[in-house]
């Protein structure tokens, strides 16, 4: 088994307002969709939800503020998966709730050092 890195990402600009309620049931299919991977124990991590601010550190000690207004697409958050192929990781991630907000979700193999 292999582990892969769910990056979850939105586009921060078009992102619908939602009622407490609305909110919760968004959370619930999350919790669901993760639970369902961990009842097949291919959850390494469930993640993170990651804030809309951070710094960049360049070469040289240059420290910048991001991520950046010209950036449409925001990084939300991360979950790390287990399975044989990455074929098999995409076909979990292809039930993901992020596509209900016209997200995506990149799937990339970690390679251990």
Do not use: H
Request: proline content about 6%.
């Amino acid at each position: 088994m292999k582990d892969f890195l769910f990056v979850y990402r939105a586009d921060y600009t078009n992102q619908p307002t939602a009622s407490p309620e609305e909110l919760q049931a968004v959370t619930k299919l999350w919790m669901d969709w993760i639970g369902g991977i961990a009842a097949q124990n291919k959850l390494t991590s469930p993640g993170n939800r990651l804030t809309s601010g951070g710094k960049v550190v360049r070469p040289k000690n240059v420290v910048t503020d991001g991520p950046y207004t010209e950036i449409k697409e925001l990084i939300g958050g991360y979950s790390i998966v287990k399975t044989a192929t990455i074929d098999e990781a995409v076909e979990i991630a292809k039930g993901c709730p992020i596509y209900m907000i016209g997200g995506n979700v990149e799937v990339r193999e970690i390679n251990p050092m």
